[in-house]
């Protein structure tokens, strides 16, 4: 199952709009911990499935920190340099 999500998130990480911040990391950080889980219990497939819809979902939460520091610089210069 874990596989299809991440297959499905993939088409999020190649697209413009992002999910927000905090769905992104409450997402992520829950899935590493059943990851983590999944470890403990000697279940490796499902410890990586899980691992690499967390990974994704960190990703998502990386790029959208980075579109909104992008767009917070591009405000800051607008209101420094009026076009």
Known sequence: MNFLISGA????????????????????????VIAVCFVTLDLPL???????SGLIWYILL???????RRKRTIEMRDKVTPR
């Open 9 to 32: 998130l993939m088409f999020t990480v190649f697209h413009k709009h992002k999910p927000a911040l905090l769905t992104s990391l409450i997402d992520g950080s829950a899935l590493m």
């Open 62 to 68: 990386v790029q959208k920190i980075i579109i909104k």
């Open 46 to 52: 499902s410890a990586f499935a899980s691992g690499l």
